[in-house]
């Protein structure tokens, strides 16, 4: 057993309690990195969108570990650690570009886009002084290389050897809901990235969450994009890790809210420009919002016609990155791109959706911070982690740290 997990116990209750001192733990946080990111996982990475022509690239992480992710003159895809074997300066400073090599701004040492190292300045000294002896070898400290798996677009990547095939590492039920959305060729609409005041599985814990998506979001409420009343439901992998959760667009009309007198129920309201909500049921199956996550950090997202793709970042115990990606498809025509950016402003970091999400995670970072040795109580829906036909569970989250558990075997 790791010093951490001697000193760290997981409460008898299980799944139904979660240790404060998880969100707090620098010993627990760096642990994460070893055995969850660096792991037998798998870590989005990005859009294959995103790298459109060959000789591109595009910054990404494996967790708190930086990567760059690469397309080759003959358009294969490649991954490594964005680290120079010499002093291990970032290689990649820019977010994304064009390259046919990259070359380190430190020391000028070069490398192709699989990342081998193919040249070091003044090897061989100048003018038959320093340089470097003829039997180190540098490119033995090179870049750590990722495997990497692309499904329906979404490009993968992993440290391990040990990580299952990408597909059966998801499980088919959350295959088929990612082709259910990644349906079509990509076209990218823009994005943008927030800084959130938490640790990362506080975010990913509120993903997961579907008991409070219409409780926090006075607009899913007031109007009407996604009430606990509406026919819906969610999926729990088999692993727990990952999970779908999915309301049908149609409300029928239900006063649960009103009735209790909710603050998420609002009256009297209404939008200067109501064509923001206007959408058109692309799929065919009537489902107005489906949030999916692939644990660790990966979170795809429709939302009517918005369209996104999030990953999270691992900064530090209590900071994290959130990077949004919203998405069309190359099909579509202009009504449809216009309908979908208009519909980005529900989401994002000041999304009229997503907004609080950004916030109610710092809350509780702020809260337990000398609470260490207490527990939050998990036991909405029961204990169980079975996928059901009604979002008032936390059945995802419980599946959530079932699979952390077992990663970090504590």
Known sequence: MTIAAERRRWPAEGLTRVPYWVY???????????????????????????????????????????????????????????????RGSL?????????????????????????????????KGLRGKGGMPQECRP????????????????????????????????GSEIVARIRRVMRAPVKILGGYSQTLPSNWKLYMENVKDTYHASLLHTFFTTFRLNRLSQQGGIVVSDSGGHHVSYALA????????????????????GLEAPQLLEAVDEFGDGIGL????????????QTRNSLAVRRLVPQGLDETE????????????????ERRLRQANLIGPAGYISMEDGA???F????????????????????????DDNRVTEAAVRGFWKAYRGYMEI
């Not at 993968?156 to 040990?162: E, I, K, R, Y």
């Not at 029928?252 to 007198?261: C, I, K, V």
């Open 364 to 387: 509780v970072q702020r809260a337990v911070a000398n609470a260490a040795d207490l527990l939050s109580v998990v036991e909405m829906g029961g204990a169980s982690v079975a996928s």
């Open 360 to 362: 109610a995670p710092g």
């Open 250 to 269: 149609a409300d029928t009309g239900s006063r649960e809210y009103e009735q209790a007198g909710m603050r998420a129920a609002q009256e009297g309201f």
């Open 24 to 86: 707090s733990d620098r010993d627990v946080y760096e642990e994460e990195q070893a055995r969850i990111f660096r792991g037998p996982t798998w870590n989005f990475l990005c859009l294959e969108a995103e790298l459109p022509n060959p000789n591109t690239y595009r910054r990404s992480g494996l967790g708190a570990m930086p990567v760059v992710v690469t397309r080759d003159r003959d358009g294969m895809l490649h991954a490594f650690e964005n680290r120079c074997a010499h």
């Open 322 to 337: 959130l990077a949004w990606t919203c998405f069309g498809f190359t099909s579509d025509d202009d009504d449809m791109t």
């Open 139 to 170: 490119e033995t400290y090179g870049p750590r290389k990722l495997r990497l798996e692309t499904l329906a677009g979404l490009v993968f990547g992993t440290l391990s050897a040990d990580a299952p095939p990408l597909e059966r590492y998801l």
């Open 91 to 123: 290689l990649v400073l820019n977010e994304c570009g064009e390259a046919r090599d990259i070359v380190c701004v430190y020391h000028n040492w070069s490398y192709d886009l699989c990342g081998n190292l193919t040249g070091v300045a003044f090897r």
């Open 290 to 301: 489906q949030i999916l996550s692939v644990f660790p950090t990966f979170v795809l997202q």
